[in-house]
C-alpha cells in the first residue's frame, strides 16, 4: 500500500535558520506530493503540492521538489521565522494531477522557531 | 459559512455510549472528507463523499463507525459503543471537486474514559 515517512519532531530552530523536513513515499504509479500545514489552533492547510516527478512545488518561501528516484519531497525553506512555527504534513494522493482524495499522510513535524 | 466547520470541538464521553460528530461544509463543495488524527499517528483516511454517496467505505476502522450525507452537504459521522482506542481528533475537509483542493476544519476531539 502506500506510505509516507517524514522526520520525526520536534525540530526546533532560532529564526532565520535553514529548515529541512525530509519525507519519503512509498506508492505505485504516479502520485501527487504534498505538504499540509497547521497552525496552532487552526485546520489543516495545503501548503504546496507537486504532482508530477521534477515539479518544485513553492509557497510562503517553503519549495520541495518531487524526486522520482529516490521517492522524496523534502520540505525546505531558507530562513524560518516564528510565525512558521507550526506542524508539517507530508501527503500524498495515488492519482496524478490535482486529485487529492484518499490522502496518505505521514505522522507530521512539529516546528518550533525561536527568537 | 466561510470554511468548513465542525461541532462539537470537544466531546468528552463514556465506554460504551454513541456519540455524533457533525461536518459542515464549505458552501458549493460536492466533495466530503473524514479524517483521524491519533496521538503519534498522523492522519487517517475514513471515507470520501461524493454528494451524499460514499463509493468506499473500506477506510472506516470498524462497523461501529457509520457516516452519512445528506442534501449534498452536512455530514454525521457516527460511532456507536465508543472504545477508548477511538479518543482521537477527527477532522472534516471539502472541496469544490474531487480534483480540487482540501480545506480543512478545525477538528472535534474526542475522549473515551
Known amino acids: 500500500g502506500n506510505s509516507v515517512t517524514q522526520m520525526e519532531g520536534p525540530v526546533t530552530l532560532s529564526e532565520e535558520a535553514f529548515l529541512t523536513i525530509n519525507c519519503t513515499y512509498t506508492?505505485?504509479?504516479?502520485?501527487?506530493l504534498f505538504w499540509y500545514v497547521q497552525y496552532p489552533g487552526e485546520g489543516l492547510q495545503l501548503l504546496l503540492k507537486?504532482?508530477?516527478?521534477?515539479d518544485k512545488g513553492s509557497n510562503k518561501g517553503f519549495e520541495a521538489t518531487y524526486r522520482k528516484e529516490t521517492t522524496s519531497f523534502h520540505l525546505e525553506k531558507g530562513s524560518v521565522q516564528v510565525s512558521d512555527s507550526a506542524v508539517y504534513f507530508c501527503?500524498?494522493?495515488?492519482?496524478?494531477?490535482?486529485?487529492?482524495?484518499?490522502?496518505?499522510f505521514g505522522k507530521g513535524t512539529k516546528l518550533s522557531v525561536i527568537p | 459559512g466561510a470554511g468548513v466547520s465542525q461541532s462539537p470541538s470537544n466531546k468528552v464521553t463514556e465506554k460504551g455510549k454513541d456519540v455524533e460528530l457533525r461536518c459542515d461544509p464549505i458552501?458549493?463543495?460536492?466533495?466530503l472528507y473524514w479524517y483521524r488524527q491519533s496521538l503519534g499517528q498522523g492522519l487517517e483516511f475514513l471515507i470520501y463523499?461524493?454528494?451524499?454517496?460514499?463509493?468506499?467505505k473500506s477506510g472506516l476502522p470498524s462497523d461501529r463507525f457509520s457516516a452519512e450525507r445528506t442534501g449534498g452537504s452536512v455530514s454525521t459521522l457516527t460511532i456507536q459503543r465508543t472504545q477508548q482506542e477511538d479518543s482521537a481528533v477527527y477532522l472534516c475537509?471539502?472541496?469544490?471537486?474531487?480534483?480540487?483542493?482540501?480545506?480543512f476544519g478545525s477538528g472535534t476531539q474526542l475522549s473515551v474514559l
Open positions: 475537509a471539502s472541496s469544490l471537486t474531487l480534483s480540487e483542493k482540501l480545506f
Open positions: 463523499f461524493q454528494g451524499n454517496s460514499a463509493p468506499d
Open positions: 507537486a504532482t508530477k516527478a521534477d
Open positions: 458552501s458549493g463543495h460536492t466533495a
Open positions: 506508492a505505485t504509479g504516479y502520485p501527487s
Open positions: 501527503a500524498l494522493s495515488p492519482y496524478s494531477g490535482a486529485g487529492s482524495y484518499q490522502l496518505t
